[in-house]
């Protein structure tokens, strides 16, 4: 299998991840330069809305049952 004229065989080992999603996104693998931008748009990205993670943190609190 190939992505953008590479194999995969040979992303696998020598890529990051953030390497082949720049590389699908754009069409060539990015330079340092790029790479680092990338990963920081990426990370600014990862972020969840406000009210989901406040219903996962409801979900984490320890709750009590009727047998404790």
């Known amino acids: 299998m190939h992505y953008r004229g590479y194999d995969i065989l040979d992303l696998a080992p020598n890529c990051e ?17 790029e790479l680092t931008v990338y990963k920081k748009k990426l990370k600014a990205l990862r972020g969840l ?7 996962l943190e409801a979900l984490l609190k320890p709750t009590r049952t009727r047998w404790t």
């Open 49 to 55: 809305p406000s009210s989901v993670k406040a219903v």
């Open 17 to 33: 991840f953030e390497e082949v999603a720049y590389l699908l996104v754009h069409g060539k693998l990015p330079n340092k330069a």
